[in-house]
């Protein structure tokens, strides 16, 4: 399972990892999420997972499984390469282009599953040395010409560093996921809370 896949490589990286800085991209974070699918509640789990290339350059990685009030499952998972700059004193701009691979689980009905791409583009703030604030935005569209999925999310989250090398993050998820080809579109609202490790 693919949540077996990232443990492996959290615990491979650990013993060649530093303590972090003011604005670590190398971290853990295993998270707790529920929300709401087109008015059907539903919680689950995530993992997410950064590793600095060098001073500018990123990995990340993410995953997360939500089932619903309605039998419904959700699962998606990403990949993606980014880069990030000091833009003032405390503020960090990033941008992430990554692979991503999204799966409904649609009780009696044929389950839908395709693959596409995605941008995140974001702001890091940190206060002081406990608090950080974070704003970004998501678009991501599908392959599958027939369907024309895309989902566009805004992503607000609030961080208290514990020490160096832990954190506990608060986020809040606001999606629209729209069909092209039948016009519906869904939203999801979702806040989940996460222990961070630092590297």
């Keep these: 399972m693919k ?22 991209y190398s971290y853990a974070e295993a998270g707790y999420r529920t929300g709401e699918l087109a008015n059907d ?23 997360d499984e939500v089932e619903f009030d309605n039998d419904l499952h959700l699962d ?23 692979y991503e691979d999204l799966e409904f689980d649609i009780p009696g009905a044929t389950d839908f599953s395709d693959k596409g791409w995605g ?18 935005g998501d678009f991501v569209s599908y392959e599958d010409d027939a369907t024309g999925v895309e989902s ?6 609030a961080v208290y560093h514990l020490s160096n090398n832990y954190a506990v993050v608060g986020e809040y998820n606001g999606s629209e996921i729209t069909f092209d080809s039948t016009g ?8 989940r809370v996460a222990l961070r490790i630092q590297f």
């Design 3 to 24: 949540f077996a896949h990232l443990t492996a490589l959290v615990a491979l990286s650990l013993p060649f990892t530093a303590l972090a800085d003011d604005y670590t």
């Design 41 to 63: 509640k539903g919680d689950g789990f995530d993992l997410k997972v950064n590793f600095l290339l060098g001073d500018l350059f990123y990995m990340a990685a993410n995953i």
């Design 76 to 98: 998606r998972f990403g990949l993606g390469f980014g880069a990030h700059f000091n833009a003032f004193y405390n503020i960090d701009l990033y941008a992430v282009v990554s």
């Design 119 to 136: 941008t995140e583009l974001g702001a890091r703030y940190r206060l002081n040395d406990q608090w950080e604030f974070k704003m970004a």
């Design 152 to 157: 566009q999310t805004f992503i607000g989250s």
């Design 184 to 191: 519906a579109e869904l939203d999801e609202n979702t806040f």
